[in-house]
Structures are given as C-alpha cells and as structure tokens.
Antibody, heavy 121, light 107 residues
Framework: EVQLVESGGGLVKPGGSLRLSCAVS????????MSWVRQAPGKGLEWVGR??????????DYAAPVKGRFTISRDDSKNTLYLQMTSLKTEDTAVYYC????????????WGQGTMVTVSS | DIQMTQSPSSLSASVGDRVTITCRAS??????LNWYQQKPRKALKLLIY???SLQIGVPSRFSGSGSGTDFTLTISSLQPEDFATYYC?????????FGQGTKVEIK
C-alpha cells in the first residue's frame, strides 16, 4: 500500500524557519508530481505548491501567500519530499499535507496524514 | 484565482437519506472538478475526478455531475461511514483551489 508520512512539524516563532519532510513508500516516487496542501485550524484546504518529477523538469510552482518564503524540493534517492519554510507568519499555522497529483486523473489521489505547524510567539 | 463556493456549509441528515452538495466555480472550469472526503484522523480521500468519474474503490452511492461552473456531489443513500466533510477542487488552472467544505452530520 502506498504511504505518505509527513514529519518535521512543531512550534516556531514568527520569522523563524522549519523544514517538513514527506517520506513515500510503495510508490515510484521519482515519476510523481508532488504537492503540499495545508489546512489552518477549523478552516478549509489551501494548495501550497507543487514540484514536477525530474524527468519533467523538476520545476516548482507556489501559491501567492508563500511564494518567495517556501521552497519545495525532492530527493528521489530517499523517496522524500521537502518543504522548507522561512519567514514564517502566524497565518502559516496549519496542518501540512503532502499529496500526489495523478496526471491521468488530474486529481490529488494519495494523501498523507499531515504534520502540524504552529507559528506563535 | 478561481473561487470555489460550496453549499451548504453543513447539513444534518439521517442514514438512508439522499444528500446533494453543490459547488460553483467563479469561472468556467469545463469538467476539471474533483471531490474529496475528509474524516478526523484519516487521510483525505479522492472520491470523484473529472466531475463524474468514480475513483477506484469508492462506493457507487457516490456520484458527481456538472460542467462549466456548476457541479454536484450526490450520496444516494447515506451510510454511517459517510459522515464527514466534503471538498470540491478545481484542477483547471493553478493555483488549484478548493471549496470551503461541507460538513455532513448525523441528524
């Protein structure tokens, strides 16, 4: 069974940095286009950003609220996706999910359980 | 950005009821519309893709319809395991955006 397991969440002060990881198993990670989606407490889902597979260029795209502050990367040798977050703001407080974008279905078909990030002084 | 608006925000229903959730896009998105189910402490689950295609393993009581700007998710006979929050999402153009969610509660 395909598994996505996020880690690295925690409490960080405004202006601080944090790196999230998403370990992927039972899946051809290197071919996958991966995204991060977040959910603030009691709120809906917000797409954060996407990284293509290296064979498709490995390029990234970001939502406007995080562009310039967040960086998505991948290590295909470790089957791991990363989200480097800098200049964190209180409004970045959320559960962060990694997910695969199935290019045939054009939908997010596999999700992790999420990791909580709290930005507070 | 394309805004996705779901209605209602919440509803109460009984087991066996037919439930319909609507999703409206702020501009035409053809059929680039997906539906997800979220339960506490569970990974999000893709139910419907491309407006009306049932994801593998999803019960046939779930169905989707619509195109352009107006879409619906229907549960033909609500089961106890269907009490959850449902989200629509457009995959027409980035940034990919979600509706605000519809919470289906037990009456």
């Amino acid at each position: 069974e395909v598994q996505l397991v996020e880690s690295g969440g925690g409490l960080v002060k405004p202006g601080g940095s944090l790196r999230l990881s998403c370990a992927v198993s039972e899946f051809t990670f290197s071919n996958a286009w991966m995204s991060w989606v977040r959910q603030a407490p009691g709120k809906g889902l917000e797409w954060v950003g996407r990284i293509k597979s290296k064979t498709d260029g490995g390029t990234t795209d970001y939502a406007a609220p995080v562009k310039g502050r967040f960086t998505i990367s991948r290590d295909d040798s470790k089957n791991t996706l990363y989200l480097q977050m800098t200049s964190l703001k209180t409004e970045d407080t959320a559960v962060y999910y990694c997910t695969t974008k199935n290019r045939i279905l054009d939908a997010f078909d596999i999700w992790g359980q999420g990791t909580m990030v709290t930005v507070s002084s | 950005d394309i805004q996705m608006t779901q209605s209602p925000s919440s509803l109460s229903a009984s087991v066996g009821d037919r439930v319909t959730i609507t999703c409206r896009a702020s501009q035409s998105i053809s059929r680039y519309l997906n539906w997800y189910q979220q339960k506490p402490r569970k990974a999000l689950k893709l139910l419907i893709y491309a407006a009306s295609s049932l994801q593998i393993g999803v019960p046939s009581r779930f169905s989707g319809s619509g195109s352009g700007t107006d879409f619906t998710l229907t549960i033909s006979s609500l089961q106890p395991e269907d009490f959850a929050t449902y989200y629509c999402q457009q995959s027409y153009t980035m940034p990919w955006t979600f509706g605000q969610g519809t919470k289906v509660e037990i009456k």
